[in-house]
């Protein structure tokens, strides 16, 4: 089979050359302008009409749409509707004719404009997609980007180091682009200049970001990519380098409610630091648990995730409240997020009638004295 792209690509400048001027001579523009393509097939064929492209700047208080015609003669909107017509839209946006099924040697486009007298639509250009009599193909869209989630949603960042990334392929005509953001909002170049980018080269390179000194829980990428309308750029994968503070998600305690004077255990889970270090768990009931003032601990040689052997326990002190406990783990030189648990503790029984040596706690029954 073979595969041929059949892209017609017009560079425009329409502006004022539809309208003209007023007749008493000042800069104002007609209010209403109308422009007709010569046959764009002229000289070939096609099998089937995919889409037609176009590029355009419509300023407010003006219109644009365009129709569609075989014949020159009879016009349509991308429906099918005769005497219909499509509104355009301001940038480069593309209108789907493929269910159209529309063949042969002539294609023709209509434009018609509307000005509020001071402003008119410029168009810039068309692109006609179709297939030739040759065969068939694959049509790429000449741009595209893609943005990627946020690659540290389970991290604290200290320092974001670089960011290798491996194209392994850069056709001729064809580019890539990168872009970098702490907010999914605002992109930068790895030299911190806003709504700029780094030019990729084809292979496995790396963008040292350590000059941006950019640190914390998101970090975000977008590639952009343009094709010579045949080929297009291909990303294998990318690796985002940084060191981080080990990430402390949560803890809980079992029991929970607690008979005062009993031992209760508490769990943590999260993921140690970037470099293996060794982890202590500290917590207490005060908060900003550290070695120096910890009411329980646990050393951990194993910095991977879980938590799974980092538990540490003591013993309630009897009381009827509501008590909150903090741990914090530490890998000798960062600690992590504190992290927060409530459990209830419940030490008195309520007064009974006298009955079989047992009593109900406020929150235990059943429990034999």
């Known amino acids: 089979m073979k595969f041929i792209n059949k892209k017609l690509i017009l560079f425009i400048c329409i502006i004022c050359a539809f309208f003209g001027f007023a007749n008493n001579a000042k800069a104002d523009y007609q209010t209403f302008g109308l422009f007709i393509s010569t046959n764009l097939l002229v000289s070939s064929g096609s099998e089937i009409i995919n889409s037609f492209s176009y590029t355009i700047t419509i300023p407010t208080g003006t219109t644009a749409s365009v129709q569609f015609s075989l014949d020159n003669a009879t016009w349509y909107n991308s429906s099918g509707v005769l005497d219909g017509s499509n ?7 593309t209108i789907d004719l493929s269910a159209r099924a529309w063949s042969g040697s002539s294609f023709y486009y209509r434009m018609t404009f509307t000005s509020d007298g001071a402003n008119t639509p410029a168009l810039d250009t068309i692109t006609l997609s179709y297939i030739d009599f040759s065969g068939v193909y694959n049509i790429y869209s000449t741009t595209g980007s893609f943005t990627s989630t946020n690659l540290l949603s389970l991290q604290t960042a200290v320092t974001i180091e670089n960011f290798v990334y491996n194209l392994t392929s850069l056709p001729p005509n064809t580019t890539a682009t990168a872009q970098f ?3 999914n909002a605002t992109w930068y170049n790895s030299s911190g200049v806003l709504n700029s980018s780094n030019t990729l080269s084809a292979g496995t390179n790396t963008i040292d970001l350590s000059g941006l000194s950019w640190s914390g829980s998101s970090f975000y990428y977008k590639i952009n990519l343009t094709s010579d309308g045949t080929y297009t750029p291909i ?10 503070i080990p990430t402390l998600t949560g803890i809980s305690t079992s029991p929970n409610p607690i008979k005062g004077g009993e031992t209760i255990t508490i769990t943590p889970a999260g993921q140690g630091d970037a470099n293996s270090n060794a982890l202590n768990y500290y917590c207490n009931e005060t908060g900003s648990p550290t070695s120096a003032n910890t009411l329980c601990s646990q050393a951990n040689t194993s910095y991977t995730s879980p938590y ?9 002190a009897s009381g009827d409240e509501t008590r909150n406990v903090y741990c914090r783990t ?40």
């Not at 990303?235 to 981080?244: E, G, M, P, R, W």
Request: aromatic share 14%.
């Open 330 to 369: 530490y890998d000798g030189t960062d600690y992590s997020i504190e992290r927060t648990s409530t459990y209830l503790v419940d030490s008195t029984a309520p007064i009974t009638t006298a009955d079989a040596g047992a009593y109900t706690f406020d929150t235990w029954t059943n429990v034999n004295v």
């Open 181 to 183: 953001s702490l907010d």
């Open 235 to 244: 990303l294998d994968s990318i690796v985002l380098n940084y060191t981080y």
């Open 308 to 316: 799974s052997a980092m538990t540490c326990s003591y013993a309630v």
């Open 87 to 93: 509104t355009l839209s301001a940038g480069t946006n």
